[in-house]
């Protein structure tokens, strides 16, 4: 008898599903994942999906526009950070391209804003030192050196102009 093992929860595929996205929104292979994951049969999982689809509740490009926003907002992430966690939420690589060229302003800027508000932390570091944690930081957050450098020295330079 090979039978597949009996779900880890009680609930149904569509309850689960439901209850995935109460959470937070969820693109269309998060929720596959998950629901794999929690043993539900394949066929099942692709039919909850659909149906959570038809009636608007999974939405790729809308899960995608609310990711980006709030990365790219909140958070100040760069493109590259942005297109890399949509890639790893399921989202396919044209879509995450096309979400992340839609940003609201340029990326220098939003580099500019985050070392400006990170620069004051590094008050008291050594020049060298507070340019390559602040270069640092930005590249983590996914900018590209260039701009990461180019925000991290006009930081430096405007708080130390402004002492």
Known sequence: MNRRPEPKNPKSCHD???GLLAVRPRSRRELERR???????????R?????LERVGLIDDQAFAR?????????RREGRRAVVSGLRAAGISPELAEE?????PDDEEARADTLALARA??????EAPKAFARLTSLLVRRGYS???????ARRALNLKAGGD
């Open 16 to 18: 689960r599903a439901l």
């Open 145 to 151: 050196p260039e701009i990461a450098r180019g925000a």
């Open 99 to 103: 979400t992340a060229e839609a940003a």
């Open 35 to 45: 629901l794999l994951q929690a043993r539900f049969e394949p066929d099942e999982v």
């Open 47 to 51: 039919d909850v999906l659909g149906r």
């Open 120 to 125: 004051g932390r590094l008050a008291g570091v």
């Open 66 to 74: 609310q990711y980006a926003e709030q990365r790219f907002g909140s």
